[in-house]
Nanobody, 126 residues
C-alpha cells in the first residue's frame, strides 16, 4: 500500500506563490508509478486536473488554463513530487490533491489514479 502526504498549502494573497509537496511512502517496494498528478477541487465543483509528470522520464502535462503559472517537478530519490504555483489568483482557491497511477499514463482523468493523498487547502485572498 502506498501513502501520499501533501504539504505546503495555506493562505496567500493574490499574486503570491506557494509550493506544494507530495511525499510517497509505504509498500516496502521501490516506488515507481507511471505518473504522478495534481488535481484540485473547489467548493461545489468537480475535481479537476492541474498537472502531471511521468515518473521515469519526467515528461510534464498541464491544464491549458494553468500553463505558465504552475510547474510540476519530482525528486525520484525522495519519492516526492512538487507543484510550484506562481501568480496565484482567488480562483485558484481549492483543496489540492496529489495522486499516483501505477497502471496507466493517461494523465488527466481521476479514474487513471489508484492512490490519492488527503488533500491540502490553498486559499488565495483578493
Amino acid at each position: 500500500q502506498v501513502q501520499l502526504v501533501e504539504s505546503g498549502g495555506g493562505l496567500v494573497q493574490a499574486g503570491g506563490s506557494l509550493r506544494l509537496s507530495c511525499a510517497a511512502s509505504g509498500s516496502g517496494r521501490t516506488f515507481s508509478p507511471y505518473v504522478m498528478g495534481w488535481f484540485r477541487q473547489a467548493p461545489g465543483k468537480e475535481r479537476e486536473f492541474v498537472a502531471a509528470i511521468t515518473w521515469s522520464i519526467g515528461r510534464t502535462y498541464y491544464a491549458n488554463s494553468l500553463k505558465g503559472r504552475f510547474t510540476i517537478s519530482r525528486d525520484n530519490a525522495k519519492n516526492t513530487v512538487y507543484l510550484q504555483m506562481n501568480s496565484l489568483k482567488p480562483e485558484d482557491t481549492a483543496v489540492y490533491y496529489c495522486a499516483a497511477s501505477t497502471f496507466t499514463n493517461i494523465v488527466a482523468a481521476t479514474t487513471s489514479y489508484n492512490y490519492w493523498g488527503q488533500g491540502t487547502q490553498v486559499t488565495v485572498s483578493s
